[in-house]
């Protein structure tokens, strides 16, 4: 959706774009999983621990909550995390095909070229790691709203440059934080903390290609481009973060859907930790000039700044 295809390349730009892309090669080298032999699919789900940390339920704090019994609030966290696992692979789905529509007929001897390409297959194994996991927590499919579904499908066909990398990015800082949590939390049922550990090392590579791609592209990106990628930009983030926990996870959780959704969407304990979790990714933003005023009208509405 942003202006140009044809990205400019400086002369001092390249190296150093090349030496990030080793560096990442040769870490990706060093520290990568096969989830299907690292995660213990085995043992049976045991239904005394939670699916998330419950401070990240989007009902903690409230009434409702307050009135749920201990295995109520087990089982809606379960289903939480894995309504945000599945909109994960909706997510990793997006990016994937955004990556490959990248690097198209581009130089395979490139270092950036195979970093890529290896993250499209990390994504790939992560897809299949989040549906087991989604599968095991004894969760449905869970699918964004519909409107989500076809604004995802336009832009993973549209977008190009900044706006693909900015909006991976978003949805790979707002789910490291989440996951940063769950995986040290010994409420949380042991594979979905090996799940999230395995992300969380291997997002932090795919987090800093992002950032380093934004930027990049961003350098030369004149005022009306600046201002259509950040418009963009914020709204995917809406997107994304509003879809993470769909609203059939209450009445799987044998919660009172009507009930949940209002409480939810008062819930200022859970808008204060999107906020947290945050920071981070508006500070780049900002340094980045995508913070314009349009954007940050988005960015608000999603309670994420
Ligand atoms: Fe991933
Ligand atoms: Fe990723």
């Known amino acids: 959706m942003a202006s140009s295809t044809v990205q400019p390349e400086t002369p001092a730009a ?10 990442l090669l040769d870490s990706s080298a060093q520290l990568s999983y096969d989830p299907v032999t690292e995660v213990d699919w085995e043992t049976p789900l045991d239904t005394g621990f939670h699916g998330a940390s419950p401070e990240w339920s989007t009902l903690y704090g409230t009434r409702y909550w307050s009135e749920l019994s201990e295995e109520q609030r087990r089982e809606l966290t379960r289903q939480e995390a894995a309504s945000v696992a599945s909109t994960g692979i909706w997510f990793e789905m997006i990016l994937q095909q955004m990556v490959l529509r990248d690097m198209y007929a581009k130089d395979p001897t490139d270092a950036k070229f195979q970093w890529a390409l290896t993250e499209i ?7 299949i790691m989040f549906a087991r996991g989604a599968k095991k927590l004894r969760a449905p499919a869970y699918r964004p709203r519909r409107w989500a579904v ?7 066909t549209l977008a190009v440059g900044e706006t693909a990398y900015a909006a991976i990015l978003v949805a790979e800082e707002v ?10 939390d010994e409420r949380v049922v042991p594979f979905v903390r090996t799940i999230n550990n395995i992300h969380v090392v291997e997002e932090s590579r795919h987090m800093k290609f992002a950032r380093d791609e934004t930027r990049e592209r961003m350098r030369n990106a004149g005022r009306l481009r600046r201002q259509l990628s950040a418009f963009v930009i914020a709204v995917a983030a809406y997107v994304i973060t509003t879809s993470m926990v769909s609203r059939d996870v209450y009445r799987n959780a044998g919660l009172d859907t009507e009930r949940a ?5 008062h819930n200022e304990h859970h808008k204060s930790m999107m906020r947290s979790s945050c920071s981070g990714l508006m500070d780049f933003l900002a340094s980045s000039r995508l913070l314009t005023r349009p954007a940050l009208l988005f960015y608000k509405r999603a309670h994420l700044i």
């Open 175 to 184: 789910l490291d934080v989440m996951q940063r949590d769950w995986m040290r």
């Open 121 to 127: 297959a990390d994504e790939c194994r992560h897809s």
């Open 261 to 265: 959704m209002a409480e939810r969407k």
């Open 150 to 156: 076809e604004l995802g499908r336009a832009f993973k």
């Open 14 to 23: 390249r190296p150093q774009d090349e030496d990030v892309a080793e560096r």
